[in-house]
């Protein structure tokens, strides 16, 4: 099993690594109120399951020093379109969640980008956080 995920590992970070392109983004801004529906936040739920909770646990409390807590991140409140870009591209860079430094991969999500609003709109608003919404555009917006 430890193969297995030393195999993955190792092939995520070719991936990312092969993945190369510009630095251009897009400001997300998190000021529009949007009303997230029981059954949205439900579906990024189970895409959360699917997708993340293997690396950032049910709890959303990760594994410190491995995989960073979204609970309570002051990350994820901080540098929301960071986020949304390691997620939606996958990301090797270094990066401090609540005073811990990580130095993990974070391998591309294969997510849509309709899919990646419901995650992190149920991420945004889960275990404690209350940290807005994203819409499709917003995500849409942040490129390579």
């Not at 630095?23 to 997708?51: H, N, P, Y």
């Not at 919404?133 to 390579?144: F, G, M, P």
């Amino acid at each position: 099993m430890k193969l297995i995920n030393l195999i993955f590992v190792f092939f995520s970070f070719f991936l990312v690594s092969a993945c190369g392109g510009s630095d251009k983004k897009k400001t997300v801004s998190t000021d529009q109120k949007i009303t997230l529906s029981e059954k949205d936040l439900e579906q990024g739920a189970v895409l959360f399951r699917a997708k993340c909770m293997n690396c950032h646990m049910q709890s959303g409390k990760g594994i410190e020093k491995f995989y960073p807590p979204l609970a309570g991140s002051d990350y994820l409140r901080d540098n929301l379109e960071d986020a949304i870009h390691m997620v939606k591209f996958g990301s090797n860079k270094p990066i401090k969640v609540n005073g811990v430094k990580y130095n993990g991969l974070m391998p591309a999500s294969g997510l849509t980008d309709e899919e990646l609003v419901l995650v992190f709109n149920f991420v945004l608003n889960s275990w404690g956080n209350d940290y807005g919404s994203v819409t499709l555009d917003q995500i849409k917006a942040i490129k390579r």
